[in-house]
């Protein structure tokens, strides 16, 4: 071996600008509109809820926005990420010299993901315009606890109405909230009206996360001191997390490599979007590169979703945005890999999508977890449940290559560590893991349910 | 602030030698005894359980013991780990600019501690020596899932025998284990006479890491194709730390800082000296430097214990060395710091200690999970149980020093990420923690049964 295995930048290297993909599309995203009068929104519309710059990034044509010196000061705490040439992996898998594989890992963050890459610049904003308070949903909690954090560094206090199942199931997420200083309380909660009337019909409900993004966002527009924060989904959120791709451009140039492949879990999407929009424009600009988004096959949003105007939550609350969706009324099942069960899909890269930049893969949650078995056991570090879909599609592509005497590099994205989901390994490695996948008349039904928009 | 933060080491900077403090000590260590004989013990005594090259380190006299590249190779999947300046805890304290605190994380590795600095090379030696098997136990399961990833490295088969409470209250780390590829399984067993002895007199055993060593030797020493391995304690383990304190070493020389103070916490002794060797050999030099052990004050093994010679285990099977300790039959109380719960301190470390090269005190818990918090809160790193007791020493250090008007810096080890600790901080949070300090009537009780060693 003793080739370099590891792909270090210095501090000095960490990017100085965000990536904003908007000016570079070939034809302009669909714009969100009001969920009332269905007609387009504008900034005053979002005032109530998010502060100015965020307003500002999320309908912003620069293609370069700088990153506040405050917020580099953070990223560095973990910045630049390492990129990885998967040597030990390759051995695993037997694959002949002309067949690489490297991966971006974003596992080194304080809390074991890429959710801090938003959270500090979401944070941040909220503190120069003078904002006391946010308030957020959270699932799982990586979202929650990643805003905990940021928060944390700045001195902002944090409430976070967290899913009522996932808070009983998963009481250590909640510990985590609170170790960085965070209110984490079950939701549907009795501090809202949007938690009490889902109470007063159904006193034992166990939460969803529509139910909590309507309780947060009710939060922050009934709070004069409080503005409301999304870890996944909008524009401003993706392009912070574009410092990973950014990052991995320089990394493969220091291994003189092209990745002929990138490929990238996809949930709200912007884990993925962070990846591969600094590929994407160099695909616009000519370069020869394919992108795959990997989803799960339980919650098929790209592969069997439609293109159209839908709720971002499934209360119907939300601004409408066109996207990729299975309905807002479409109920994943309980795989393991909570930070990939959204309905819908980024409007970025759902706009991606149909232009044909990138393509998709569903991947089953049994072939998800064989796949990171091969890859702890020979690179070591335990991979979350999303991005397992990416390794399994990695894989599969250094096999076919490998077997069609190609010559190929592939580059994934690890985009966190698993030491929070064990229970997901215990349940595959017992035997008792079972995969998933909607009929599709269960998908059609929740379709159905998609609002009219006139055109 | 715009200062550097994080120091790092380029691959090329990863140390290619562990330093051995053996030949630089001012006295020999006492040699370590059978425990029938009381008599010294040679390498044919060990050759059943541990391979040759491992004994020979174990007793060399070489002040540098050259890293194979094999395990270099592996060590650069995490290493250099990097060396933070704790800028936002300074300012969360409030310090002057003459008062600086650096620390030396180790939770980057894939199993998140210090561990697999050890568990890689033993597994390699292993290996080298045709060994097909190893059997370890392990209590909370850091050694164990460190030593599974090693093994899955080189192709080895490994038996962990875990502490039976810990396996059935910690299933996910067992998961870990099992997703390296290891067996784990509760102890007491009925797979070793130990085992089968322990379970007739008590069939609800719930076991203990002196019973599980029982096993585990055993096992090897029952078996050609199987050899033992131990987490800490003995020289060799504490050697292969040393990677530790060297890479601080050169990024405190980057950094343009000399440390007056180093502190780092003290269970079974490798993670302090792999931390401390390093900076013991310049002070041995005539460095101006203060070394800091921190112990719990629910097991002060240093602080409260004796220097004399004791077994390792609380069976009596092991060798006797001569340590500090609190006497093999003493039971630490159920802090969650499980990697500082043991009886005795590495031979190495106890007789730093005797020559006053190093220093000791005794940290109570919630005093290190009140220092754990302001750290998380300013710093972002979760730190596992055990380093908190050094946060807490140098939280007091950096403010002694700033109350009497003098320039200090500090270092610290930050051996691990408490991602897997969840449930202290949430014990801890809710006010439900507790302190323990033994009466000295228990501590003199232990120290009573003590083997009686003529001189």
């Known amino acids: 071996m003793s080739e370099t295995t590891k792909f270090l930048l210095s501090e000095t290297d960490l990017p100085k600008d965000w990536y904003n993909v908007s000016p570079d599309l070939p034809s302009p995203l669909p714009p969100p509109l009001h969920p009332g009068t269905k007609q387009p929104i504008g900034p005053e519309d979002l005032a109530p809820i998010f502060p100015m710059e965020i307003i500002r990034q999320e309908v912003s044509q620069d293609r370069w926005v700088p990153i506040p010196v405050e917020v580099r000061d953070i990223y560095r705490l973990w910045r630049p990420t390492p990129l990885y040439r998967a040597h030990r992996l390759e051995a695993a898998l037997d694959l002949p010299d002309r067949v690489r594989i490297f991966y971006k890992y974003e596992g080194v963050s304080p809390s074991g993901s890429h959710k801090p890459n938003t959270a500090v610049p979401q944070a941040f904003y909220n503190k120069l315009e003078g904002v006391k308070r946010i308030a957020t949903e959270t699932g799982a909690g990586q979202w929650g606890s990643s805003l905990a954090m940021a928060c944390a560094f700045f001195g902002i206090d944090l409430k976070v109405y967290m899913v009522k199942i996932s808070y009983a199931q998963k009481p250590y997420r909640r510990a985590l909230m609170e170790a960085y200083g965070a209110t984490c309380i079950p939701s549907p909660s009795m501090d809202t009206n949007a938690g009490r009337t889902i109470l007063a019909n159904d006193p034992d409900s166990t939460g969803s996360l529509g139910i909590a993004i309507s309780e947060a966002v009710e939060d922050a527009a009934t709070r004069d001191d409080t503005k409301y924060a999304l870890g996944s989904v909008l524009n401003h959120v993706l392009m912070h997390q574009t ?157 076919r290559a490998k077997e069609a005497g190609e010559s190929k590099t592939i580059l994934f994205g690890l985009c966190g560590h698993g030491h929070f989901d064990l229970s997901a390994y215990d349940s595959y490695l017992s035997g008792s893991l079972q995969d998933y996948e909607h009929p599709q008349e269960a998908i059609d039904a929740a379709l159905a349910e998609l609002p009219v928009i006139s055109a």
């Not at 959204?342 to 089953?364: C, D, R, T």
């Not at 991005?387 to 592509?397: F, G, K, S």
């Open 243 to 399: 410092v990973i791709g950014q990052e991995a451009l320089k990394q493969l140039e220091m291994a003189e490599a092209w990745p002929d492949v990138v490929i990238g879990c996809a949930g709200g999407g912007s884990n993925f979007a962070g990846l591969v929009l600094p590929f994407i424009r160099e695909k616009m600009a000519g370069k020869d590169i394919r992108i795959i988004a990997a989803e799960p096959a339980a919650c098929p949003t790209l592969t069997r979703g439609t293109y159209a105007y839908d709720f971002g939550d499934t209360s119907m609350l939300t601004p409408l945005v066109k996207m990729h969706t299975l309905g807002h009324s479409f109920v994943p099942a309980g795989i393991h890999a909570g930070g990939l069960r959204y309905h819908g899909m980024a409007p970025l890269v759902s706009h991606l999508l149909e232009h044909n930049l990138i393509e998709a893969q569903a991947v089953k949650q049994r072939a998800a977890f064989e796949a990171a078995i091969t890859f702890v056991r020979s690179e070591g570090i335990l991979p979350a449940p999303e991005p397992t879909h990416a390794i399994r599609l990695t894989i599969d592509e250094a096999i």
